[in-house]
């Protein structure tokens, strides 16, 4: 497991703001983040390990292939996260380039079932996500929430698309259709509203 909870924290937040899948944030090398230009260049992820004639084989990290849209360069990230991210940076005892980012006391890449368990589950517990009658929060709806935070905020499809590595940005658009929906009604009645002189009463 990680060394403390605030690195937990950190995995989370690079869930929420990148949209990276589970499996590309677990599989991260010091090498993909590009601290001078604010950017994560995704080039792989972490398998879930597997058994062989009995015996277990620990998760290992699984190149993109060059041409697969999965490879790609995430940049729609804030500026403080890269800050958070340097200062893990620093404090871990595995900080060369070819070094997991999550990585265990061992040095060992953190598999996916502690990031759900003993980071979201965690997290879920502390924030009383986890009671009856309440969603379950999977740690693949982190990925939506940056989705939707990004639409919301009236970034462009096909560029979010890239950002997300979908093959298309028809993917992106069927996935995601009621919340750009939900946007163009929103801007569109606004719009209604201005013309009408509604806005000059405030």
């Known amino acids: ?79 403080d996260l890269f800050k958070a991210l340097r200062e893990h940076k620093l404090a871990s005892g595995h900080s060369q380039d070819e070094d997991f980012v999550f990585v265990t006391l061992a040095g060992t890449p953190i598999d996916h079932k502690d990031a759900s368990t003993r980071g979201l589950g965690k997290a879920k517990q502390r924030a009383k996500l986890d009671v009856a009658g309440k969603p379950n929060l999977r740690f693949h709806d982190l990925r939506h929430t940056y989705v939707s935070a990004n639409i919301a905020a009236g970034v462009d499809v096909v560029y979010l698309s890239k950002q997300l590595g979908h093959t298309d940005p028809c993917v992106t658009l069927d996935i995601y259709a009621d919340l750009f929906e939900g946007r163009q009604k929103a801007e569109a009645s606004r719009e209604l509203l201005e013309a009408s002189g509604y806005g000059g009463l405030v």
Not at 68 to 74: L, N, P, S, T
């Open 1 to 79: 497991m990680l060394a403390s909870a605030k690195g937990y924290r950190l995995l989370l937040s690079v869930a929420l703001h990148t949209g990276l899948r589970q499996a590309e944030i677990l599989g991260l090398w010091w090498s993909n983040i590009d601290f001078s230009n604010k950017a994560i260049h995704v080039t792989g992820q972490l398998d879930r390990g597997r058994k062989e004639e009995g015996v277990w084989i620990r998760p290992d990290r699984v190149e993109y292939a060059k041409s697969e849209a999965g490879c790609r360069k995430v940049e729609l990230i804030p500026s």
